[in-house]
């Protein structure tokens, strides 16, 4: 009786907290690698192990976890249409460099992000072109809808990928996803605390059988920009139908920038005249 009423006060919760879930829309579709010029898949020799956003023509953004202790001449980035097969990507680099983010930068939140420096840069292009950065905390109200990448449930990560999928993200607050991490059983503390920034999004719309890839970004527009909110690296606990919880990219886009000065940082929507989707 204890576990139906938990499973009951769950789906209200999500219900409740959740803007738009258990919409009956399918808002989940396959990837067009043109419409999202900005992704990058890493595959370490042929085998795929996670995604990246282009945030310069010699830089993507991505989790430290992807590389591990392995060699980086093992490393190559592809880019552009088709990209998830090596053997016909519009783009393909190995990597250069790594340039961990500071962990100060960001509260010390759990996981970590880096920077990857292209051996080759690509050609900008319809298919391949950088997406912008946030140089604030605010653009984004809760309840807003933003994208993500990912693949089925029955990805096998020792086969390299034929397809992967966009999906609608709800973005919810920090407060909200932490109230709903809280009552897991099986999350590691019941006060779990969400650091201040946190990026949350419910899962995605139309489909529970999308899977964000490790390092996928979140993507939200606003006034007919795209602009990277987040990098997906970390939960507290995982299991179908719980948040993604993503690093924010704003506390550190100065120091990016800083690295690599041609990186676009927006600063005020109604003055940027940036490239939309």
């Known amino acids: 009786m204890g576990a139906v009423l938990y499973v009951l006060l769950l789906s209200l919760l999500l219900l409740l907290l959740l803007p738009g879930y258990g919409s009956t829309e399918v808002l989940t579709n396959k990837a067009i690698p ?19 956003a282009l945030i310069s023509s010699e830089c993507v953004i991505t989790i430290s976890d992807c590389f591990g202790s392995f060699p980086l001449s093992h490393f190559t980035v592809s880019m552009g249409q088709r990209r998830l097969n090596l053997n016909y990507a519009e783009a393909l680099s190995v990597v250069e460099e790594l340039i961990p983010v500071p962990r100060s930068l960001v509260d010390n939140r759990p996981g970590s992000l880096v920077l990857v420096k292209l051996t080759q840069p690509p050609s900008i292009s319809n298919s391949i072109y950088p997406t912008s950065l946030i140089k604030g905390p605010d653009f984004f109200p809760w309840k807003r809808i933003c994208w993500a990448q990912g693949f089925k449930a029955d990805f096998d990560p020792n086969i390299p990928p034929d397809e992967l999928w966009s999906a609608k993200m709800p973005l919810i607050s920090p407060t909200n996803c932490q109230v709903i991490f809280q009552l897991q059983p099986d999350c590691p503390s019941p006060e779990i605390s969400m650091p ?28 007919g920009q795209w602009v990277l909110l987040g990098v997906i690296t970390w939960g507290p606990c995982s299991s179908n139908g719980l948040p993604e919880v993503y690093i924010p990219i704003h506390p550190i886009s100065t120091w990016i920038q800083d690295k690599f000065p041609s990186v676009r940082v927006v600063k005020d929507f109604s003055k940027a005249n940036l490239k939309s989707k």
């Open 34 to 52: 043109s419409s999202w010029p900005w992704l990058a898949s890493i595959f370490l020799d042929d085998r795929y192990r996670c995604e990246g």
């Open 196 to 223: 201040n920034g946190t990026q949350c999004t419910g899962p995605p719309l139309g489909s529970s059988e999308i899977t964000v890839a490790d390092g996928s970004p979140l993507l939200c527009v606003y006034a």
